[in-house]
């Protein structure tokens, strides 16, 4: 589908990555780390081509807002001066973990009912903790680093914080992808509720 000048609703994946990584991958408005992209000026219906500094990164509800006329395209612009994610360092969502322990595959291991299944240098990479009221879901912790030893993605009592210095973090399909460069993955991170899964590659 197309609009009246031909252009096509599909955003060019490098265009993607330049809104990704100047909207600090997450909302430009409250954070949130799913998010969808929006045309802002112009709209879409009178854009002539993707311009990655005229589009940006809002969650379903600050989407939902905008198209249905509740948040303005001026609020949204102003947003874009100034992400949120840009000013905590990070876009950040919450995992579904489940009520039942989770299994960990990790690097081609599977972890069933293991406090602390990775460690490195006495530093836990990975943690799981009982749930603090009963009935409440497992608690998933870790810390994870690209391929400069430097902060990629940290998880804290099953939120997760994509940091805003990676050079590209595309969240799709229950996947967390982290890219170093072009063509090189430093971490992926799948979940599967009540299952998680995290796969790292060092390309």
């Known amino acids: 589908m197309a609009n009246k000048y031909g252009l096509s609703r599909d955003i060019p994946s490098g265009i993607k990555r330049a809104v990704r990584q100047a909207c600090g991958y997450g909302c430009v408005i409250c954070g949130a780390a799913i998010i969808d992209y929006e045309h802002v000026d112009p709209e879409y219906h009178e854009a002539r081509e993707h311009n990655p500094n005229a ?22 612009k102003q947003a874009m ?5 840009k000013k905590h360092g990070y876009a950040s969502e919450f995992f579904d973990i ?9 690097a081609g291991m599977t972890f069933i009912n293991t406090r602390i299944p990775v460690e490195v240098k006495g530093v836990p990479l990975i943690k799981t903790e009982q749930d603090e009221e009963l009935g409440g879901p497992f608690r998933l912790s870790g810390n994870f680093y690209n391929s400069q030893g430097q902060p990629s993605l940290e998880i804290l009592e099953n939120e997760w914080r994509v940091i805003s210095s990676n050079w590209d973090v595309e969240v799709a399909g229950g996947v967390i992808t982290i890219r170093d460069t072009t063509g090189h993955i430093s971490l992926a991170h799948l979940l599967a509720s009540p299952h998680v899964t995290t796969r790292c590659s060092s390309g």
């Open 55 to 76: 589009i940006a990164l809002l969650c379903p509800t600050h989407h939902a807002q905008c198209t249905r006329g509740f948040l303005s395209k001026d609020s949204v």
């Open 98 to 106: 489940g009520r039942s322990h989770p299994k960990l595959v990790f």
């Open 81 to 85: 001066l100034s992400p949120v994610c």
